[in-house]
């Protein structure tokens, strides 16, 4: 029978989570002092005294698309080390490196995907942790943090889901369950701060051993230029890249990074904080019978014009539930008092709010407002959009280009413009400025090996990081060969970038090329169908270590070329569905099947 050093705690014996953790630190301690290796508190440590310095650990997991909850869960480890932690941080993709059963806390951190999904890389993770085997988990202690948007009526979905498993899976609350809307940053340094409070007698009572810093939890401690502070970027170009006569209008932008000290890597995402149209501001602020030039006072004392609050502050389009429930007390309204009174039905909500703004709700159900701050309090702040790169810093010093749709529809009998693309397109360039900053995107990366292949599937704006690829292959001088799936409606007016990808074929950068142009015969041809056809050449790719990457929409196109790349692995590599799955999921967990998509 072996022994378990330092021993275990039985999860039977009367701790508090405070005083458990506090006490597999203590043992840890003596074990480690004694010269003993430690195998029930990883993060026990030795000094080079060899004094005893135990460190309580709190794993932190992200479950991330965007990559938001990484960079949370990446900034909750710094502060928790800071706070005398030990507090690895890992993504749910790779959790196999650890045991649950072993662990004592955990903190994770989860964005919401699709609808009510969880991310890419935390899809067998979840699998696994809602199998109905899954052992119990009464040592552990959890707290959860979603991150969602309030848009959508399955809000943090995966948040509740995560934080409901731990507790029917036996494990203990640290602190509530915290929901963040796409503001997250304040709420989220918040709700750390609860938890280091709930964790900090732990720490204290540790400190005798291991004295460890004392970390405050600010929502500002941050570098130059960031999501809070913004850096003020010139458009150096906007460039429509469809020919006259298209139907699509997907614009070429560059901006530049000189004196910003902002630097990023192919992959990463550029955050732009948008205005909003004035047209609408001043359609609103005449509908609500406010004057624009009348000053107000913001949440945080700051006092502008509405107006200028309207166009750079607020989010004045996009109408939530939350929101209907603020507005109806603020309107005489039967209708909205029935559609929130119907609990039951969430899809008379979802089909009420489609293509449904601000200003249709003030035209439809009049409110009235004692004051203008009385109306921006229900407004959500203005949020940052995030585009996917589309320029190697390494091609273009100082700068970073996006591709981006400029979106124009038709609903409710008017014309609705995308507030970013349209800001961007229509109302920036050439004279103005834009605020910009930057988010690492490490789940979507090129292969550290210049020598392996890669392929690559965008149609539409999903080209975006691919030219960055490209370029970037370029500029490094890559052996690896590169392989590009490229559709969109129409050759003669929708191919993107076409003269650079000529000059990539020519110059040897871009081996392979296969388009799918949809609409220039009568059936559907898009990229799948070009994976399908060249499916044993994409296996023979694969077999040679190919990095397989895409980018684009997310309904519908990402779904399709998964499955197609699923029905080529299974008929080229001989593979039953089962072995097929396992390929595929060996390839994200090695991360050599990344995608972007949105
Ligand atoms: P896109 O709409 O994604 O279209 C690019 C190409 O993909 C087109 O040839 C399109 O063909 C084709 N396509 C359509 N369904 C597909 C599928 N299931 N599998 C593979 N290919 C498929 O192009 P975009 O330039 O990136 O976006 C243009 C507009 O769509 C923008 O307004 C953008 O905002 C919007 N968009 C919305 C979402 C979203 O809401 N999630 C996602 C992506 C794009 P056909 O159009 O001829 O069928």
Known sequence: M????????????PFSPVQRLWLDGYLAGIFAAQGLATNNAPGGQLTTSGEAKPKPRVLVMYASQSGNSEELASEFGEKLTAAGFDAPVIGTEDHTEIELGNESHLLIVSSTWGEGDPPDNAVEFWDLLKSDNHPRLENLHFAVLGLGDSNYLDFCAMGKLFDARFEALGATRITARGDCDTDFEEPAANWLNTVLGEL???????????????????????????????????????????AEGSARDTRHFEIELTGSGLSYEVGDVLG????????????????????????????????????????????????????????????????????????????????????????????????RFASPEDFLALLR????????????????????????????????DRRRLGVCSSFLSDRVYPEGEVNVFLQTAKHFKLPTDLNTPVIMVGPGTGIAPFRAFLEERRATEAAG?????????HEANDFLYRDELEVMIEDGTLQRFDTAWSRDQETKIYVQDRMREAGAELWKWLTEGAHFYVCGDAKRMAKDVDDVLHEVIAEYGGKSASETAAYVADMKKSKRYQRDVY
Not at 2 to 13: C, D, E, L, Y
Not at 216 to 237: E, G
Not at 285 to 309: H, K, M, N
């Open 481 to 489: 060969l590169n392989w590009l799936f490229f559709g969109n409606p």
């Open 200 to 242: 900090s007698s732990l720490s204290d009572a540790s400190t005798s051993a291991a004295e460890p810093d004392k970390a405050t939890i600010s929502a500002n401690s941050a570098p130059a230029y960031d999501k809070k502070n913004p850096f003020p970027a010139r458009l150096l170009m906007n460039r429509r890249l469809n």
């Open 2 to 13: 072996s022994a378990s050093f330092p021993p275990q705690i039985p999860a039977s014996a």
């Open 272 to 367: 732009v904080y948008p205005h909003n149209h004035p047209q609408c501001v001043d359609e609103l602020t005449a509908a609500l019978a406010f004057d624009g030039d009348q000053i107000v006072t913001l949440p945080d004392g700051e006092q502008i014009t509405l107006r200028r609050a309207l166009l750079e502050r607020f989010d004045i389009r996009n109408v939530n539930r939350p929101l209907l429930e603020a507005w109806a007390p603020a309107c005489d309204s039967e209708l909205l008092r029935k559609l929130l009174a119907d609990d039951s039905d969430a899809s008379a909500i979802e089909s009420y709010l489609w293509g449904r703004e601000i200003i249709d709700l003030v035209n439809e159900h009049r409110p």
């Open 381 to 412: 702040r203005i949020g940052a959009r995030l585009y996917s790169i589309s320029s190697s810093p390494k091609a273009h010093p100082d700068e970073v280009h996006l591709t981006i749709a400029r979106v124009e529809y038709e609903a409710h």
